[in-house]
């Protein structure tokens, strides 16, 4: 944000569309934050999945890779990528034609709660919600996203001219807290040992990047 109180975000509101996205799984569409006070990241975002039994499934995550946080949600299990945090996630029967919130929000002392909304038809549904270890504050302003091919994780080795087609947009972010003003995002580059052989293609629209990778 162009400006933002010293104090944190109380909320960060992160959009996305996948219009153009295969309903495979694959892929990760994120946006990471930090918290004051504590070291590790947070993310969320969507992961497309394949269509169950004729309609198309929409998959969010939400979650701390943070040592310490807590959480009794439903949705929520404790570890985050075999680390420490806390991982939420939630499957809908949602368009993917519309554009989706990932809504980030305090709702206690250290509490935070993800919620994923769909812009078009208002419905929306926590992803999860989880607190953070004593001392951690709000949202620090200023962070990166990420497009990760997650299966590439697990496999020794890989061609780059392998990666599925994939084409997400990720828009400006926005925040209700008092004083936060001017969501932006720089230009998306790309990151790994793919660089200039992955067909990533980076370009701008209103109030966002449409970001196309793979063959």
């Known amino acids: 944000f162009a400006s933002a109180p010293s104090t944190g975000l109380k909320d960060v509101t992160f959009p996305f569309n996948i219009a153009h996205a295969p309903h495979e799984s694959g892929y990760y569409f994120a946006q990471q934050f930090n918290f004051l006070g504590v070291p590790d990241v947070g993310y969320t975002g969507l992961q497309p999945r394949p269509d169950s ?18 959480t009794g949600h439903p949705n929520c299990h404790d570890g985050a990528d075999g680390g420490s945090g806390v991982s939420c996630a ?3 029967e949602g368009d993917y034609s519309h554009t989706y919130n990932l809504v980030v929000e305090t709702s206690g002392a ?13 419905s929306a ?4 919600e989880w607190t953070l270890p004593s001392g951690a504050g709000n949202i620090k302003n200023g962070q990166l996203g990420f497009v990760e091919y997650y299966p590439w994780n697990g496999q020794p080795s890989h061609t780059c001219d392998s990666l599925p087609k994939t084409e997400a947009t ?39 990047w449409d970001i196309k990778v793979g063959f």
Do not use: M
């Open 170 to 208: 990720f828009f400006y972010p926005t925040s209700k807290t008092s004083g936060a003003s001017g969501g932006s995002i720089p230009k998306p580059y790309e990151y790994g040992d793919c660089i200039g052989k992955a067909g990533y293609s980076a370009t701008q629209v209103s109030s966002g």
């Open 125 to 128: 549904t926590v992803v999860g």
């Open 90 to 92: 939630v499957d809908i």
């Open 53 to 70: 039994n004729g309609k198309s499934i929409v998959h969010a995550a939400f979650s701390s890779f943070q040592k310490g946080t807590t």
């Open 110 to 122: 250290r509490t935070w709660k993800g919620t994923l909304v769909d812009t078009v038809t208002g």
